[in-house]
């Protein structure tokens, strides 16, 4: 008997639950993607879903589990369904160094970068200094990600993890979150630049991709 799909539910504008869609397609696990809106998020139909109110959550009826934050996701479903490694290592030594590529981002990447993008274009009034404090975060993020990949093309092991499909979705709108006076130069970031493309070019980054500015044009 094959799978039943898993339902994610999404946000058309949030970067995390396309960490999920990645991974969902890599492992050819079938899923629906349902995207919410601020309101249902905020619902309290979703809230029992997951009682902070953010996306992504996930459901899986294969196994009954219902469960929430975007890293803890990606970790259970290569947990469950990612039985050929494609995407993890189950030796000591990397799966240690995959956990704590998934911390940093959720811990060091995301946060300020959304804090980035709140101060850049939501709040109600020009703060530059945080405007700066956020920017200086993502050089020092970029700074991060390209020392640690200086003489290698993956962050962890010699193939493409979890480890760095998680950084996708936030990287791919820098742009947007500094905004054009910010002064980031990628040419400063050469190992980051090469890794970048190359994870860009594999299959299922480049499906979530299309995926997401299809589903920004709806």
């Keep these: 008997m094959g799978l039943k799909p898993v339902t994610l539910y999404g946000h058309v504008g949030g970067p995390n639950p396309w960490k999920v869609v990645i991974v969902l397609e890599a492992l050819n696990v079938p899923y629906e993607h349902k ?21 992504p959550a996930l459901q899986d009826p ?24 494609k995407l993890t290592y189950h030796t000591d030594v990397e799966s240690y160094q995959i956990k704590q590529w998934l911390y940093f981002q959720a811990s060091g990447q995301g946060p300020y970068f959304g804090q980035g993008a709140w101060f850049q274009h939501f709040h109600s009034e020009r703060v530059q200094s945080a405007v700066d404090r956020y920017v200086n975060e993502i050089k020092r993020v970029l700074y991060v990600l390209n020392k640690a990949l200086e003489g290698r093309e993956y962050l962890v092991g010699e193939k493409a993890t979890i480890a760095d499909i998680v950084f996708v979705p936030w990287d ?4 947007w979150i500094a905004g054009e006076d910010s002064k980031i130069n990628f040419d400063d970031y050469p190992n980051y630049n090469a890794w970048k493309q190359r994870i860009s070019a ?12 299809n589903t920004k044009k709806a």
């Design 35 to 55: 995207i919410l809106n601020s309101k249902e998020v905020k619902a309290p139909d979703f809230e029992q879903i997951n009682p902070n109110g953010r996306v």
């Design 62 to 85: 294969n196994t009954g589990i219902t469960i929430w934050e975007s890293n803890a996701i990606v970790e259970y479903l290569v947990d469950k369904y990612d039985r050929d490694s």
């Design 172 to 175: 791919n709108i820098i742009p």
């Design 202 to 213: 594999l299959p299922a980054v480049k499906k979530a991709n299309e995926m997401r500015a």
